[in-house]
């Protein structure tokens, strides 16, 4: 049995059974109109989302005849750096060059025929951004949780996990057979009790000291907003000698001064963290994943996980947007638009996020952070809330149960480079009277 709350709940069954069928049957199925709305644009800071889709809708990329479109402000995309919006100018033209020369498949895994010149060129780009040896991308940022954890940690290992990690860590811890305890989201304190308790104790039974313990933790949560503690973190693991695997699929590209993520933001070495690992789904507009760490351990990782071997390899035309991204992050187009982009981002984020705190919002996270969740902890405010910003010309995102506790439920914006001041302000207004309408806001005072 392992320790992941999600486990521990077991126990209530019955308890949660009469949750999960209050919030299906209840309020899921009321809210449906919330989720999977098809959008019929690319996913820059406007999107037009499809209300009524005709038959034809599914086989044209553009809204055909017979089929509604409603253009709204996109807060739901993680186009952080707003590659969506200025696709044509930045990177199309090596894309499509690529999508010449090698199409859009490799249709075969990374070790077998799956690994073009382009991906090499990832692999050495994403070492060298993040100072490591080297570096392997795999085809999906889901995929290299789930597959690289298992190759790193096995039977007589200790996986130490934040609570709060993403499902795909969840499932690579799971499949690993390590042994997994979960510390308290972002508690340095609990993380070293934790780590303190099982060295004192050993492995179960036998009490063997572990093989090795490997802490994971993410840069930036998802449904928090909030910065990992890196700093308390490597502390910690350097005091008891444990390894560290950082996610960083939301911070990379997106926050530290040159864009180099969370170890950056928090000013720690990229060599005081073992494994560094992150997507290209957000900042840099493509998909994969990736992990950064010592030449033997990628080497490793080629030869046993799962997504190297028995996975078709990243597309090469998402290479090459991954590649064409990385130049205009680091400068090496030529021009300033990267240091730009990143500059607009910090700039809207912390613009965006004192002027919802000003309306008495309950916003979690903290600054420079583009990732901000109010809290809405009545589910049935999930529909409500975003059936009024759609009705406003707003899409965002809304978590309720699973992916939250049923009462922390709560709405999700996603803030970009990309985003004009005017558009940030004309949404302001709009959730500001939503929260007018749906009783967001905290009491600020007693008898306020
Ligand atoms: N890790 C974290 C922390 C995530 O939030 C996500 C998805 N948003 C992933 C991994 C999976 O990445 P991808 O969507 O690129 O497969």
């Given at each position: 049995a392992s320790d992941f709350p999600g486990d521990d709940w077991s126990r209530f069954a019955p308890l949660l059974k009469s949750w999960?069928?209050?919030?299906?049957?209840?309020?899921?199925?009321?809210?449906?109109?919330?989720?999977?709305?098809?959008?019929?644009?690319k996913p820059g800071s406007h999107i037009d989302v499809l209300e009524r889709v005709s038959d034809d809708a599914q086989k044209s990329m553009h809204a055909p005849d017979g089929s509604v479109c409603r253009q709204c402000l996109n807060l739901g995309s993680y186009n952080y750096l707003g590659f969506a919006d200025d696709w044509h100018v930045t990177c199309a033209r090596d894309v499509m060059a690529s999508l010449q020369d090698f199409s859009v498949s490799t249709s075969s895994a990374r070790n077998e025929y799956g690994t073009t010149a382009l991906h090499?060129?990832?692999?050495?780009?994403?070492a060298r951004f993040l100072g490591k040896e080297d570096a392997i991308c795999l085809n999906m940022g889901f995929n290299t949780n789930a597959t690289t954890i298992p190759s790193l940690v096995g039977r007589g290992d200790l996986l130490i996990s934040d609570e709060l990690n993403h499902t795909s860590i969840v499932n690579g811890a799971r499949a690993s057979g390590a042994a997994i305890r979960v510390f308290k989201h972002n508690s340095i304190i609990?993380?070293?009790?934790?780590?303190?308790?099982?060295?004192?104790?050993?492995?179960?039974?036998?009490?063997?000291?572990?093989?090795?313990?490997?802490?994971?933790?993410?840069?930036?949560?998802?449904?928090?907003?909030?910065?990992?503690?890196?700093?308390?973190?490597?502390?910690?693991?350097?005091?008891?000698?444990?390894?560290?695997?950082?996610?960083?699929?939301?911070?990379?590209?997106a926050t530290g001064a040159t864009g180099r993520g969370c170890t950056e933001f928090a000013g720690v070495d990229t060599a005081d963290v073992d494994i560094l690992m992150g997507t290209f789904t957000k900042s840099f507009g493509a998909m994969g994943g990736y992990v950064a760490a010592d030449r033997a351990t990628i080497q490793h990782l080629r030869n046993t996980c799962a997504a190297s071997s028995c996975h078709n390899a990243l597309s090469p035309v998402v290479c090459q947007?991954?590649?064409?991204?990385?130049?205009?992050?680091?400068?090496?187009?030529?021009?300033?638009?990267?240091?730009?982009?990143?500059?607009?981002?910090?700039?809207?984020?912390?613009?965006?996020?004192?002027?919802?705190?000003?309306?008495?919002?309950?916003?979690?996270?903290?600054?420079d952070s583009p990732v901000m969740p109010i809290m809405l902890y009545n589910p049935c405010k999930i529909a409500a809330f975003s059936r009024e910003c759609y009705k406003r010309g707003l899409a965002v995102v809304v978590v309720g149960f699973p992916a939250v506790p049923l009462l922390l439920s709560r709405a999700r914006f996603c803030i970009s480079a990309g985003h004009a001041r005017e558009d940030l302000d004309r949404a302001l207004a709009e959730i500001d009277e939503i929260a007018e309408v749906l009783k967001l806001r905290y009491a600020r005072s007693f008898c306020g």
């Open positions: 999960e069928d209050f919030y299906f049957r209840r309020i899921y199925i009321r809210v449906q109109d919330a989720f999977n709305r098809p959008i019929a644009s090499r060129q990832v692999e050495t780009t994403v609990d993380l070293e009790a934790t780590l303190k308790q099982a060295i004192i104790l050993g492995r179960p039974r036998t009490r063997r000291p572990w093989n090795k313990i490997l802490v994971i933790v993410e840069g930036i949560y998802s449904m928090e907003g909030e910065y990992c503690d890196l700093r308390g973190v490597v502390d910690v693991c350097k005091k008891y000698g444990a390894y560290i695997y950082l996610d960083e699929a939301h911070s990379i590209g947007q991954v590649l064409t991204a990385f130049k205009v992050i680091m400068g090496e187009d030529g021009t300033n638009i990267g240091k730009q982009k990143l500059q607009s981002l910090r700039d809207n984020s912390n613009y965006f996020r004192m002027r919802l705190e000003e309306m008495g919002l309950q916003v979690l996270g903290q600054y």
